[in-house]
């Protein structure tokens, strides 16, 4: 049987992401700036700092959770306004 790739098909998404487990709230600081849709991680470092973003770390690994940065989210305010602007 011959693999995706020599058919010239794409990997299947699990391929992706291989080092992620499964059902894991847990993002890496890479994850966390997709998750946040940040610009870097330069931004997400400087949230860390200012803002206080929650976070966790693993030795030199920083690690999300993400329903930590939901409610962060929510209690910051950004979802209220953006609702707001929506109506408004």
């Known amino acids: ?3 995706p790739q020599q058919h010239g098909e794409p990997f299947p998404a699990q391929a992706e992401q291989p080092h992620r487990p499964l059902n ?6 890479n994850e966390a700036v ?7 991680l330069q931004a997400l470092y400087r949230l ?8 966790g ?4 690994i920083y690690l999300f959770d993400t329903r930590k940065i939901d409610r962060w989210v ?3 305010g950004v979802v209220e306004m953006v609702g707001k602007r929506r109506v408004g």
Do not use: D
């Open 1 to 3: 049987m011959r693999s």
């Open 24 to 29: 894991s709230p847990y993002l890496n600081a």
């Open 34 to 40: 997709q998750y946040l849709r940040l610009g870097s």
């Open 48 to 55: 860390i700092n200012e803002h206080q973003l929650p976070y």
């Open 57 to 60: 770390r693993r030795g030199r």
């Open 74 to 76: 929510e209690s910051s």
